[in-house]
């Protein structure tokens, strides 16, 4: 029993008393507190994770929204750019066969025009020679009938061989 009263038991009595008391001051008054905050903590932490992930998914399905609108976006202009090429491709042959149809008229009229104009230039050369051979014979008769002797002689002829007898 000496050793219970020794200076060393006496220590560890006191140090464990000391100990309890504060373990009891400690899980009266701090350690609730503590064990909220860390509790808290952790579900804050939770939670973050919790919006970490619900924002990364989100941005995904912004991603794969953005990405389908941009596909839908492309293809629509695709679309645009071969209509455009179609009614730009549709417009020049139309403007093609128009052009063809007013050169075909034209020429045609042109075709016209010249064959009336060559028909009017032999009419007018037809009567240019006919005035030209009446003037030449207009001249060979008048210098044939110079003398009165031939003009004489022809009118002579002229009778005889006339059916009025």
């Not at 030209?132 to 009778?159: F, G, M, W």
């Amino acid at each position: 029993m000496g050793t219970l009263l020794s200076p060393a038991f006496g220590t560890v009595f006191w140090a464990t008393l000391a100990f309890l008391a504060t373990l009891f001051i400690l899980k009266k008054f701090a350690w609730a507190p503590i064990l909220n905050a860390l509790k808290e903590r952790e579900e804050n932490i939770g939670n973050a994770l919790r919006s970490a992930d619900k924002a990364r998914e989100e941005m995904a399905n912004l991603n794969s929204e953005n990405e389908r609108l941009l596909q839908e976006a492309r293809a629509s202009r695709d679309a645009m750019l071969k209509e455009s090429r179609e009614m730009a491709d549709k417009l020049i042959s139309d403007a093609k066969a128009k052009a063809k149809a007013a050169a075909s008229v034209e020429v045609e009229s042109a075709k016209e025009a010249i064959a009336t104009e060559r028909k009017a230039a032999v009419a007018e050369l037809r009567t240019e020679v006919a005035k030209l051979s009446i003037d030449i014979a207009e001249q060979l008769v008048r210098e044939e009938l110079k003398s009165s002797d031939k003009q004489k002689t022809l009118v002579d002829k002229l009778i005889s061989e006339s059916t009025l007898n």
